[in-house]
């Protein structure tokens, strides 16, 4: 049973909630930043990848890191607390806080508070955001942040549908750490698949021109994927 749990959490814990809407907002809010610009893609000016690739790639890795360390801190609070104490079932946030207890003491619940505020006043724009990008480029509707509302009908609705959503699951009844634990499960399902695809578009010349990515990193990336599929098998063997 524990080593069940073992692999659960791991793979998991490769694959962040937020993981697969992200990936299409992204790329959507860069090529939106090219038409602001008037700057063609790096695929058909490939002369100016250099910089612009290195700016990238240090955003990227800055970014993983502090979500790595912060995720890392997470889960070391909870063990060192709450696990240790017998409790491994969280339900409510009120549960969450006690992880806090030791450090902030009777300011526990106020800090518990201030973190969920501004972590949704981040995820949620960015999320709904990533939202509106995806089902406007399902649709082929013309639709970005730089575009009024009435110009980007459907982007703006898909936001604020979204947003109220999200609002609306305080009044279901829904358990949210078990709705936590089942997107993170879906995501989980959708990351390998995704990987793989993304993966088959880097190393196409037709779509990345003179880009393409390189042989070492192209091994590495279907090691990562191979990893996300078998952990993805192993934790429906031991979910069985």
């Given at each position: ?79 060192a607390t709450l696990n240790a104490n017998g409790i491994t079932d969280i339900t409510t946030s009120a549960q969450a806080a006690e992880a806090l207890k030791p450090i902030a003491g009777p300011f526990a619940f ?131």
């Open positions: 049973m524990e080593r069940g749990l073992c692999h659960r959490f791991a793979w998991r814990f490769s694959a962040p909630p937020s993981a697969p809407i992200c990936s299409s907002g992204r790329p959507a809010r860069r090529v939106e930043e090219q038409h602001r610009h008037h700057a063609k893609p790096l695929c058909i000016t490939p002369n100016e990848a250099g910089p612009e690739l290195r700016r990238i790639r240090t955003d990227t890795l800055v970014g993983m890191a502090f979500s790595t360390l912060v995720s890392l801190a997470i889960v070391f609070a909870t063990a106020a800090l518990f508070a201030v973190g969920i505020i501004g972590t949704g006043l981040l995820a949620v724009p960015v999320l709904a955001g990533s939202a509106a990008y995806a089902v406007t480029e399902m649709v082929g509707v013309a639709g970005s942040l730089d575009a009024k509302p009435m110009r980007a009908r459907l982007f703006y609705a898909t936001i604020a549908v979204t947003t109220l959503l999200g609002a609306a699951l305080n009044y279901t009844g829904i358990d949210p750490a078990r709705a936590l634990y089942w997107a993170a499960v879906v995501n989980g399902v959708l990351a390998a698949p995704l990987m793989a695809v993304m993966m088959l578009i880097v190393r196409n010349p037709r779509v990345m021109g003179r880009l393409t990515l390189s042989t070492g990193a192209t091994v590495l990336g279907w090691a990562a994927t191979a990893v996300m599929t078998i952990a993805t098998v192993i934790f429906f063997v031991t979910a069985l």
